[in-house]
């Protein structure tokens, strides 16, 4: 027997739960599938619990070395497995379950199971108890992203992903880590601060090759400082496991070179999570990589289905997944709504931290003169100096030939994800340099170096 089905949301992350909410509060009856995670990857094994782990490392590295304060801690120990039970019962138990009450209090069923399409306006659904036919309206589809694999260094007892890596209970004297882009530049700084010895190996020129490389050199170099080792411009080339460790082999510049640990972990990005779904029948076109094509309104080829988040091109973000959730629950409603955005800012807890959002400044420097490029320095903001974490800046990027609108901005240091909201709002409402200027910031605060970097933009630095 046929289910009939308004709105379908397969997958419930960023990208699904959202949409699911929002389409219930436009009116719609809504359905949302899912296999596993109901919060998806985000909530519960990628970006929520590894700032969970971040700030345990933090806290415990802190601890241990605070000198500089006049803070002496003797005998620091760290008990990982109770860290792991605060982040799993405290951090991740809390988002997901209140995923769940979100979706009931919208009135949105629940489903747990495998989905994939029968046709173009059909779906069957595999559950524990059975298949399950559903004829739907409209779908959306945000199943999100799966891990990738390294035939060179196939997952195994001492070769981690990214979930196992953030699930250690007991922390390793060494691991190498394979790729040094989001998760993998992040997990590095937590376990260096654990205590264990760290080499990142990156096939870019630099870590974190989507954000200007200014910005990465400085984390580089700081966790040079700490003692990792960071490896760019690498090709893996294959792997030797064991009983006691891992020696993975790469090339240099025309050289091979080895590098032994306890433990590897892969973090050389995601792969669509789409090739379940049966597109085929759907006849929904594809990427060979399993991307899908989306229209302004995030319709697929297919009329009635659509697609945001981690499937679609463009980067791998939650926030870019929830932001498309909510236009695409928009656009099933009948409303009118501008799908463009002008900003999507990046953000990673590395040491120090980095964020991005708008014109990069490798984009500005290209631009002939057309942006201006202006830059303040943490060493002069009176909060960085008291939380000892000076290094970093604040850039902003505005088009002097309009007004010095706000086009683009860059901060690398103390709360940098945090304070990056202020730059993004101000360059996708139009506001201009002077507008930051005379908006009053809170003292001491790292944010106060938002409003130095705009009067530094009109040139009229206070504290330059």
Same mark, same amino acid.
């Given at each position: 027997?046929?289910?009939?089905?308004?709105?379908?949301?397969? #997958?419930?992350?960023?990208?699904?739960? %959202?949409?699911?909410?929002?389409?219930?509060?436009? /009116?719609?009856?809504?359905?949302?599938?899912?296999?596993?995670?109901?919060? *998806?990857?985000?909530?519960?094994?990628?970006?929520?619990?590894?700032?969970?782990?971040?700030?345990?490392?933090?806290?415990?590295?802190?601890?241990?070395?605070?000198?500089?304060?006049?803070?002496?801690?003797?005998?620091?120990?760290? +008990?990982?497995?109770?860290?792991?039970?605060?982040?799993?019962?405290?951090? %991740?138990?809390?988002?997901?379950? *209140?995923? &769940?009450?979100?979706?009931?209090?919208?009135?949105? =069923?629940?489903?747990?199971?495998?989905?994939?399409? @029968?046709?173009?306006?059909?779906?069957?659904?595999?559950?524990?108890?059975?298949?399950?036919?559903?004829?739907?309206?409209?779908?959306?589809?945000?199943?999100?992203?799966?891990?990738?694999?390294?035939?060179?260094?196939?997952?195994?007892?001492?070769?981690? +992903?990214?979930?196992?890596?953030?699930?250690?209970?007991?922390?390793?004297?060494?691991?190498?880590?394979? $790729? /040094?882009?989001?998760? *993998?530049?992040?997990?590095?700084?937590?376990?260096?601060?654990?205590?264990?010895?760290?080499? %990142?190996?990156?096939?870019?020129?630099?870590?974190?090759?989507?954000?200007? =490389?200014?910005?990465?050199?400085?984390?580089?170099?700081?966790?040079?400082?700490?003692?990792?080792?960071?490896?760019?411009?690498?090709? %893996?080339?294959?792997?030797?496991?064991?009983? =006691?460790?891992?020696?993975?082999?790469?090339?240099?510049?025309?050289?091979? @070179?080895?590098?032994?640990?306890?433990?590897?972990?892969?973090?050389?990005?995601?792969?669509?999570? !789409?090739?379940?779904?049966?597109?085929?029948?759907? $006849?929904? =076109?594809?990427?060979?990589? #399993?991307?899908?094509?989306?229209?302004?309104?995030?319709?697929?080829?297919?009329?009635?289905?659509?697609?945001?988040?981690?499937?679609?091109? $463009?980067?791998?973000?939650?926030? &870019?997944?929830?932001?498309?959730?909510?236009?695409?629950?928009?656009?099933?409603?009948?409303?009118?709504?501008?799908? @463009?955005?002008?900003?999507?800012?990046?953000?990673?807890?590395?040491?120090?931290?980095?964020?991005?959002?708008?014109?990069?400044?490798?984009?500005?420097?290209?631009?002939?003169?057309?942006?201006?490029?202006? &830059?303040?320095?943490?060493? $002069?903001? *009176?909060?960085?100096?008291?939380?000892?974490? !000076?290094?970093?800046?604040?850039?902003?990027?505005?088009?002097?030939?309009?007004?010095?609108?706000?086009? #683009?901005?860059?901060?690398?240091?103390? /709360?940098?994800? +945090?304070?990056?909201?202020?730059?993004?709002?101000?360059?996708?409402?139009?506001?201009?340099?002077?507008?930051?200027?005379?908006?009053?910031?809170?003292?001491?605060?790292?944010?106060?170096?938002?409003?130095?970097?705009?009067?530094?933009?009109?040139?009229?630095?206070?504290?330059?």
């Amino acid at each position: 027997m046929t289910d009939k089905k308004q709105t379908v949301v397969v #997958g419930a992350g960023p990208g699904g739960y %959202v949409s699911a909410i929002r389409a219930a509060q436009l /009116g719609q009856k809504v359905t949302i599938i899912e296999k596993q995670y109901f919060g *998806g990857t985000c909530l519960n094994i990628g970006c929520i619990p590894s700032k969970a782990l971040i700030t345990a490392a933090h806290r415990y590295h802190d601890t241990a070395h605070s000198e500089t304060f006049g803070i002496t801690a003797e005998d620091v120990k760290v +008990d990982l497995e109770k860290t792991q039970d605060w982040k799993e019962n405290q951090v %991740v138990k809390t988002l997901t379950t *209140g995923v &769940k009450g979100l979706l009931k209090k919208n009135k949105v =069923e629940m489903m747990t199971g495998t989905a994939s399409f @029968k046709d173009k306006n059909h779906l069957i659904v595999e559950t524990d108890k059975g298949s399950q036919e559903i004829e739907f309206e409209n779908v959306i589809l945000a199943t999100g992203t799966n891990r990738i694999e390294l035939e060179e260094v196939p997952f195994g007892e001492r070769v981690l +992903d990214t979930t196992g890596g953030l699930n250690i209970k007991k922390a390793p004297k060494s691991i190498v880590i394979i $790729g /040094g882009g989001y998760v *993998g530049s992040q997990l590095a700084a937590a376990y260096s601060n654990f205590g264990v010895h760290v080499t %990142v190996l990156e096939k870019e020129a630099h870590m974190m090759p989507f954000f200007d =490389e200014d910005m990465a050199k400085i984390v580089e170099k700081n966790y040079r400082n700490k003692g990792m080792d960071i490896i760019t411009g690498v090709n %893996v080339k294959s792997s030797k496991t064991t009983e =006691e460790d891992i020696t993975i082999t790469y090339e240099k510049a025309g050289e091979e @070179k080895t590098v032994t640990a306890e433990v590897a972990l892969i973090s050389v990005g995601r792969k669509p999570n !789409t090739d379940s779904l049966n597109l085929e029948a759907a $006849g929904i =076109e594809a990427t060979d990589e #399993g991307y899908l094509q989306v229209s302004d309104t995030l319709q697929t080829n297919v009329e009635g289905i659509y697609a945001v988040g981690d499937i679609v091109p $463009g980067v791998t973000l939650a926030n &870019k997944a929830s932001h498309e959730a909510k236009l695409v629950a928009s656009v099933i409603a009948g409303e009118e709504v501008d799908t @463009k955005y002008k900003q999507m800012p990046i953000a990673v807890y590395t040491e120090p931290a980095l964020a991005t959002t708008g014109v990069s400044f490798t984009e500005a420097k290209a631009s002939d003169g057309k942006y201006k490029i202006s &830059k303040f320095s943490l060493a $002069g903001n *009176g909060r960085a100096l008291s939380l000892n974490q !000076t290094e970093g800046f604040v850039r902003m990027i505005t088009d002097s030939d309009n007004h010095n609108t706000i086009v #683009g901005a860059q901060i690398v240091g103390a /709360g940098a994800p +945090d304070i990056i909201s202020e730059l993004s709002l101000a360059i996708e409402t139009g506001m201009n340099a002077e507008d930051i200027s005379l908006t009053i910031h809170s003292h001491p605060s790292v944010a106060e170096a938002i409003m130095d970097t705009a009067e530094l933009a009109l040139d009229m630095p206070i504290h330059m």
